[in-house]
Nanobody, 125 residues
Framework: VQLQASGGGLVQAGGSLRLSCAASGGTFSRYAMGWFRQAPGKEREFVAA????????DYADSAKGRFTISRDNGKNTMYLQMNSLKPEDTAVYYCAARPYLGVVASTYDGDYNYWGQGTLVTVSS
């Protein structure tokens, strides 16, 4: 499956962005999906994940209460709504896919087989 992330940009602290991840070349509904991010000089970290049916989601502590992950299997697209953005949210955001039909989506990047190219989110103070 090929993944294309989009929706990044420059936003002021307190603002919002919605990232999208469009999938092609596979049966999207057979994949658990995740968002990860990598800030300059830091390792890639987990942000949010959603299982194939959207019945289960998981968030990093830094994202809880501010970010919402969702998916539309009919549109082969996953989303990340980010509200109350902070300068420390500045990073390249990557979407990832894992062929998995379980209830719980993984928070471990090593479990994901396919990655998008990343979209840059910059939050100014």
């Amino acid at each position: 499956v090929q993944l294309q992330a989009s929706g990044g940009g420059l936003v002021q602290a307190g603002g919002s962005l919605r990232l999208s991840c469009a999938a092609s070349g596979g049966t999207f509904s057979r994949y658990a999906m995740g968002w990860f991010r990598q800030a300059p000089g830091k390792e890639r970290e987990f942000v949010a994940a959603i299982n194939w049916s959207a019945i289960s989601t998981d968030y990093a502590d830094s994202a809880k209460g501010r970010f919402t992950i969702s998916r539309d299997n009919g549109k082969n697209t996953m989303y990340l709504q980010m509200n109350s953005l902070k300068p420390e949210d500045t990073a390249v955001y990557y979407c990832a896919a894992r062929p998995y039909l379980g209830v719980v989506a993984s928070t471990y990047d090593g479990d994901y087989n396919y990655w998008g190219q990343g979209t840059l989110v910059t939050v100014s103070s």
